[in-house]
């Protein structure tokens, strides 16, 4: 069915903004029972109508008769992890209500905007999107005040084609800002500085320019310690020891101290919310192996930029330790897949590895280009997730570190327990 055959009662019913793809979409439930999918279709078609147009109009009501500061976070990567640090941050200041993580935003913003009270004094939205058109949507419902894109990467290009297509729909969010709202966004991306003309709200940036850090240092106890600075003025600068590693992490952090300071939140504060943010599952975390090997689980999800920065810190962390890089496919780049994936192998392949292991069926091009400088001997391709336990069990002692790079779904978050 072609989305301009959808019938308009249909399109009407479902909310009049929601994509072609979220309406006749089953999106993780190709290999589920009949259950799941009688289930799926109660809920899309029947419930999530009447929820969506009733968290529409209540966060309107909230933000006539309330002081309601509504958050909207984008961009192609970070987005879960910088939405949990502004929580971490602002509910010291008073009640926030945030997406969950790991939640379909389609279904996510909605509930979490029927969440809020009267009291509720920071509403933050997690605003992923996968199809063009889903922006629309999010905005449909809701109506920032503040606007963050993190960043524009080669992310869903089998849905956008390109980075101009992951931009053009993701500055939605900024551009539909009014002249006393606020554009937070990253000075480190050359598409966002693009959007400059096209803003109408005041824009603070956040990486090399504005709110940025200095002098990063991994931490003996393996916290990513820097000096944040959100001013000129000495007292707006100080040291955070944050509980993730890498230079992303603190990216998302200066992103989320942006936003803080744009409301008024003290430094002291910022600090605080930063090292106490509780780290999320399956993003850098790492794990001392059960054979000795220190593990860097990072399986949450694979993409070039994060590929890159994932390997950069680990090459940190790993020290003088032999180092093996499990990698599993990207998804949803369409017809850059072939292209990132060789990319990706000549990259891995400059890091001094001692043995990398690739996992699926477009990781082969990974293997394959690291093999031509790497060796054979070094490099080996298997087909899924479970696969890899048997040969990664060899490099789980004391002089190895490991990092575990994939997503969810090719399953290498799985592996991980067995190693534990």
Not at 6 to 26: A, E, F, H, M, R
Not at 186 to 212: M, Q
Not at 263 to 282: A, S, T, W, Y
């Amino acid at each position: 069915m072609q989305q301009n055959k959808v019938n308009s009662l249909i399109k009407w019913w479902v909310t009049p903004k929601l994509p072609y793809q979220d309406v006749y979409g089953l999106p993780l439930l190709k290999e589920k029972g009949v259950l799941s999918l009688i289930n799926y279709r109660i809920i899309q078609w029947f419930s999530h109508p009447i929820k969506r147009r009733a968290a529409r109009q209540y966060l309107r009501l909230l933000q006539h008769f309330t002081d309601i500061k509504v958050i909207g976070i984008t961009g192609s990567v970070g987005k879960s992890t910088t939405s949990q640090m502004i929580n971490s941050i602002l509910k010291q200041n008073g009640s926030v209500v945030c997406t969950l993580p790991n939640v379909d935003s389609v279904y996510n913003i909605p509930n979490t905007i029927l969440r809020c009270q009267p009291e509720t004094k920071y509403l933050i939205l997690e605003m992923s999107v996968e199809y063009p058109g889903e922006m629309d949507y999010y905005l449909w419902l809701a109506k920032p005040d503040i606007g963050v894109i993190t960043n524009i990467y080669p992310t869903h290009t089998l849905f956008f084609k390109n980075e101009q297509g992951v931009l053009h729909e993701k500055s939605k969010l900024v551009k539909s800002l009014g002249v006393k709202d606020v554009a937070i966004l990253n000075w480190n991306n050359n598409y966002l500085r693009t959007l400059i003309p096209l803003i109408k709200a005041k824009i603070i940036w956040f990486g090399g320019k504005g709110v940025r850090f200095e002098s990063p240092v991994i931490t003996k106890d393996y916290k990513y310690s820097y000096k944040l600075i959100l001013g000129k003025n000495a007292r707006y600068r100080s040291k955070i020891y944050l509980p993730l590693v890498g230079d992303q992490f603190a990216e998302n952090s200066l992103a989320a101290a942006a936003v803080c300071n744009a409301l008024g939140v003290d430094i002291k504060d910022i600090k605080r919310g930063l090292e106490n943010f509780k780290q999320p599952e399956h993003r850098m975390k790492i794990i001392q192996g059960s054979g000795g090997a220190l593990i860097v689980d990072d399986s949450y999800n694979n993409n070039p930029l994060a590929a890159m920065a994932a390997l950069q810190s680990f090459n940190h962390i790993a020290g003088k330790k032999k180092k093996v890089v499990v990698f599993g496919d990207m998804l949803e780049l369409g017809n850059l897949e072939e292209k990132y994936h060789i990319d990706l192998g000549k990259y891995l392949a400059k890091h001094n590895l001692d043995m990398l292991i690739c996992v699926g069926k477009a990781s082969k091009l990974t293997a394959n280009s690291a093999s031509v400088v790497m060796g054979e001997t070094k490099v080996v391709s298997l087909e899924t997730s479970s696969d890899v336990i048997p040969v990664l069990k060899k490099y789980n002692k004391k002089d190895y570190a490991i990092l575990i790079k994939g997503s969810r779904s090719i399953g290498l978050d799985k592996i991980v327990p067995n190693f534990t």
